[in-house]
T-cell receptor, first 117, second 111 residues
Framework: GAVVSQHPSWVICKSGTSVKIECRSL??????MFWYRQFPKQSLMLMAT?????????EQGVEKDKFLINHASLTLSTLTVTSAHPEDSSFYIC?????????????FGPGTRLTVT | EDQVTQSPEALRLQEGESSSLNCSYT??????LFWYRQDPGKGPEFLFT???AGEEKEKERLKATLTKKESFLHITAPKPEDSATYLC????????????FGTGTRLKVLA
């Protein structure tokens, strides 16, 4: 149980275009999902917390107009990187918190490798 | 300020050579300490949750323990397939569900 998927697993886009990444909880309902960014050989950096049906909460320094997050249902959250630039190239990982659990383990997706050319 | 520190940064072991990874934390009102394994190019895989000092959990060759200031991940007789980055995260009692991550320990087990 507690499986989280991401799509696509990798994407290459041209500078100035937008890219959408999907995060789905496959076998549980997730009231809270998280979006992280990871650079090579570094730990995960939290970008934003998204709650189903409400606006995402962004971490300090993360541009909310650039990284649009939508958590439209209890099993789906999307991250859209708008007007992508090469510096946005990174490994993006989502996680989800199991709704009924009080113990709030986060279960992570497999990640999406974004390359902006 | 809430903080998590992992050591060592990198560790090389011979197959069968047991060792421990450390996760030290300072946090207000710990709600949970979490261990994950991450393979290159993949998302973290959940291993353990610890909630209170004195608690221990085991899974195959891994055993996690918790004190009021730190957690250890003991690896007994490791195999090459245990090679990965091990991440520690804490959940502070701040009312949110955010994690504070350590920087990880990169483990390499040599055959």
């Amino acid at each position: 149980g507690a499986v989280v998927s991401q799509h696509p697993s990798w994407v290459i886009c041209k500078s100035g275009t937008s890219v959408k990444i999907e995060c789905r909880s496959l076998d549980f309902q997730a009231t809270t999902m998280f979006w992280y960014r990871q650079f090579p050989k570094q730990s995960l950096m939290l970008m934003a917390t998204s709650n189903e049906g409400s606006k995402a909460t962004y971490e300090q320094g993360v541009e909310k107009d650039k990284f649009l997050i939508n958590h439209a249902s209890l099993t789906l959250s999307t991250l859209t990187v708008t007007s992508a630039h090469p510096e946005d190239s990174s490994f993006y990982i989502c996680s989800a918190r199991d709704r009924p659990s009080e113990y709030y383990e986060q279960y992570f997706g497999p990640g999406t490798r974004l390359t902006v050319t | 300020e809430d903080q998590v520190t992992q050591s060592p940064e990198a560790l090389r072991l011979q197959e069968g050579e047991s060792s421990s990874l450390n996760c030290s934390y300072t946090v207000s009102g710990l709600r949970g300490l979490f261990w994950y394994r991450q393979d290159p190019g993949k998302g973290p895989e959940f291993l353990f949750t610890l909630y209170s000092a004195g608690e221990e959990k085991e899974k195959e060759r891994l055993k996690a323990t918790l004190t009021k200031k730190e957690s250890f991940l003991h690896i007994t007789a490791p195999k090459p397939e245990d090679s990965a980055t091990y991440l520690c995260a804490v959940g502070p009692g701040s009312g949110t569900y955010k994690y504070i991550f350590g920087t990880g320990t990169r483990l390499k087990v040599l055959a």
